[in-house]
């Protein structure tokens, strides 16, 4: 690692926060000069905000959406801010999903342009389509990121230099997939990576995405990263993300979608691996009939945490949401859902679903689940619920009763348990892939 | 093929089954009929090796080896089947996956080799026919969203693909109608061989117009107090148990 002991000495004096801002002013200028003026704009903001907010504590900030997971440990380390894409590796370790291939490396696109299809979409990096296309970029970026309000997603904007941009414009059904292929780590530094990610949906479109983020067992990363989703009236997408780090990649990401009246937007969220895995995950419907699906699995064992908070902005009438979070932890692996409703005083006639069930597997595992529900409008249907158990031993009874070991009956159960979530994706041949990978990972738990 | 011997049971505590002595040979079937409460199911669960229970006096042996001592997977690998009362719904778990992991334990156990994909989706279809079980259902979860009726009949079809020697039906007609009783009892007739034997635990003698004992047995308070052949299920039908009872107290 680097710094001599006078350095480290001279950085446990200063603050943490202090840290970082001391890191942001040295690399301001290249920042600065290495982007296009999108990029560029929200980046003073965001230090203020970063000043003003600083890396919550467990236990508090910001509402008391960091309540239950220590970020601030893991922003002590001394970082090396990634500035380039990895050497690319030889073997392929990507998701067996066809469909328009996006590889990102430590937050940067290994391909620094932006495709063009015949239908009008627009996919690749987000520094050049802020170049070929500032007027779109600049018309959405920032809208939704919340880099004022949220420490992290300030961090991603102060630093971010690419990411991913897609755009299908009004009325395309784009029929293939946008598959993300995205690697932390260069398995020598520590390194901190920042990225934004763009997608634009227009008016009646269609489309999928799948993202697929992972890193070496000897990979070092810190990653914060946001995106940004618009949804227009009456599109449809989804959009299928897969946490697949090392014992040694922290992320802090943040998702923030916005639906217009009429649109469809479903996520399915998996954490699979990974020391650290932070997900604000929010959703503003601001138009009338918009349905929202936010699923999420999270599969933690040895000392993994996975933090998902969810937030679900009812804005206007005739909205529904629903969310459906499934975890099992094991080990001393430790999973968290935090899911906020809101609903606005006029949005009558939403109706809003959560539910999170977990496994608890052994005595040094550890599962939070708080639903948060600000509900401002009257005529609003709400359900939430929330169970944390063991396996079901009537149902290992009977397997084995069919000739099913212990061990099997149990993994059975556990398959099955995060299936339901896992099969909900629509996107051709996905939800196999998931299933082995799921299994994969509860076969090591 | 079993032999229980003066077989004892508990549950937290309280003694269920208060010295049982029941054998059964090959191609016999043997109908257990009693009031609630009487043991019946724990007997059952006690043969299936249900860890609930505990076993506090008496031996089983199953084809001369000690069953108490075998897990309950081993148990049902070699041959004992337990069609349960209240069927387990498994969310998630499809019934093909389920059976085809069954199955291929339960081979692998005999040391035969495991079946291909297409033998067993032949097996199922097959089996699935013998008690008219809609095909849809064999790709659903587990029992999961299975009417009562439906749930019963996934029992035998289940039972019908493992092929066990010994099969204890635990009530497997309650909550029937009369063509799903049908079907059930003329399943299990289908599934009969010289072999195998099977224990049917009934209330009512419906289920034993199609599935004939050789034997019925009244198990009362923990104790099997009567034996006889079909007759006696037609008396129990038409007189209730009351008289045996009073004969024993
Ligand atoms: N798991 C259990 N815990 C406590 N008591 C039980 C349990 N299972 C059965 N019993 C008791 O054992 C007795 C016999 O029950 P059971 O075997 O189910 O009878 P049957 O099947 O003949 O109706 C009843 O008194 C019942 O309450
Ligand atoms: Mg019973």
Redesign the pocket.
Known sequence: MTGSSTNMNRAMERSLEQQWIDRYRADHDALAAASAPALNAPRKAALEAFERLGIPAKGSGNGDRYHYTDLRAAFAGEYRRATEAAAPKGSSTGLDCPGHRIELSNGFCREARLYRLDNGVMYGSLAAAAQEEPQLVARYYGELTQSEEDAFSALAAMWALDGVFIYVPAGVKEPLPFVIESELGDGRDLLSVYARHLYIFERGSAAQVVLHHRSDGDASSLSCQTREVVVDEEAHAEMVEVYQLGPQAVSVSGSYVRQAGNSRFESLSVSLSGSLLRHNLVASLDGRGVENHMNGVMLAGGTETFDYATDIRHRVPDGSSHEQFKSIAAGDGTAVFSGRIYVAPDAQRTNAYQQNNALLLTPGAHVDTKPQLEIYADDVKCSHGATVGQLDPEAIYYMRQRGLSLDEARRLQMYGFVREVLDKTRIEGLAETLDRLAEDKIDRL | MLEVKNLHAT??G?E?LRGINFSVKAGEVHAIM??????????A?VLAGNE?FTVTEGEVLYEGHDLLSMSIEDRARAGIFLGF?YPVEIPGVSMANFLKVALQEKRKYQGLEPLSASEFLRMMRDRASVVELDSKLTSRAVNEGFSGGEKKKNEIFQMAMLEPKLAIL?ETDSGLDIDALRIVGTGVTKLKRPDNATIV?THYQRLLDYIVPDYVHV?YKGRIIYSGDKDLALKLEKEGYDWLINQYE
């Open positions: 549950v937290d309280k269920i009693g009031p609630n409460g009487s043991g019946k199911s724990t007997f669960s609930r009362q635990d635990i198990l």
